[in-house]
C-alpha cells in the first residue's frame, strides 16, 4: 500500500477507536498517534526541467496538429486542461495598443480571468484556427462554439489530450513522463524565474489561495544562486549618498538670500542622509541638535526675503 492509503486507513482506524470509546468500552487512550502516521508523499512542484521543457515544445511544434498546438496553448498560459478545453472560439481579447488576452472561462474553481498573452501565442491560436477550418465537419458541427473540436464529448478530447502529452514527452526523449498540468506547473515555475511577483502569479494561474501558488513553484540551486547574488550586488548600492542639485557656482558671483536658502536646504539634507549611516548614538544626536539650529536659521531667512509682488 502507498503512504496515503495507510495513512487513510490509520486514521479511520483512530476514528473507529474513537467512537467504541465514546459507546462506554474499555479502550486505552494514545492507541494511534499522530507521530504513527506515514508522511504525506509530496506530489508538488512537478515542473520539467529547462532541457526536457525545450525538447517538448520542439516536438509540439513539429507536429503541428490541433493537439501539439492545444498542449503549447497550456504551456506559455499556464491554463487548466479543462480550462482549454472550454476556450471559446473569441476566446482572444484585444485589450488595448499590441495588448491582448486570453479569456479563460469558469473553471475549477467557478471564476474566470484574463491571460495576458503575447504574439507567439496569438500565432498558436490563429493556428488551432486554421486546422480547425481543415477538421471534418462531422467534429466542427458537435462543437460551434468551441476553439478545440470535441468528437464524442469534453472527456473524450480530454483523454486525447492527456495521451497525445505522454506520446510527444517520448517522442522527445523527455526524461520525465509528460501530462498536461506537468505544463502548467513549467509554467509557474518559469514565470517566477523571470521575475513575477506572486500576487501576479496567483492572479495569471487562477488560484483563490496564494499558498497554493506556492505549491507549484520549485526553487533549485540555481535559482538560490542567482537571487542571492542579485540581493548583494543591491546591498552594494544601499547606503550611497545621493548627489544633489546644488546650487550653480556663477550664482554666488552676487550673493542674495534666496541662493543662500537653497544652499541651506542642500546642506541640511546631506546632514540628515549622514546621520542615518551612523551607528553611534551620541553622535546622531548632536546631529540632531545642529540641524534644528540650521532650520532656525533658515526660519529667519525666510522672514527676511521681501515676498514677491
Known sequence: ???????????????????????????????????DLPPRQHYLPRPLSPQDDQLLQQELRRTDDLHS?????????GIRLGECIHLALDCLRPLGDDQWALHVPLGKLHTERLVPVDEDVRQIISRILTLRAGAPASQTEQSAGWLLPRCGGF??????????????GERAGCSQRVIPHRLRHTFATEMLRLGISLPALMQLLGHKDIHMTLLYLEVTQQDLQREFHLARQNAVQRHLIP??????SSLFTVPDLPSIRRALAAIRHLLEMFRRQL????ISRKLRRLDK????????LNNLIPPEK
Open 1 to 35: 500500500m502507498s503512504s496515503a492509503t495507510r495513512r487513510r486507513y490509520l486514521i479511520q482506524l483512530r476514528r473507529l477507536f474513537y467512537e467504541v470509546a465514546d459507546n462506554g468500552h474499555c479502550l486505552p487512550s494514545g492507541l494511534i498517534l499522530s507521530r
Open 69 to 77: 498546438h492545444a498542449l503549447l496553448l497550456i504551456r506559455l498560459t
Open 155 to 168: 472527456w473524450s478530447l480530454y483523454l486525447s489530450l492527456r495521451y497525445a502529452a505522454i506520446h510527444a
Open 243 to 248: 548627489k544633489l542639485a546644488l546650487p550653480d
Open 279 to 282: 551607528d553611534d548614538e551620541n
Open 293 to 300: 539650529r540650521l532650520l532656525t536659521v533658515a526660519f529667519e
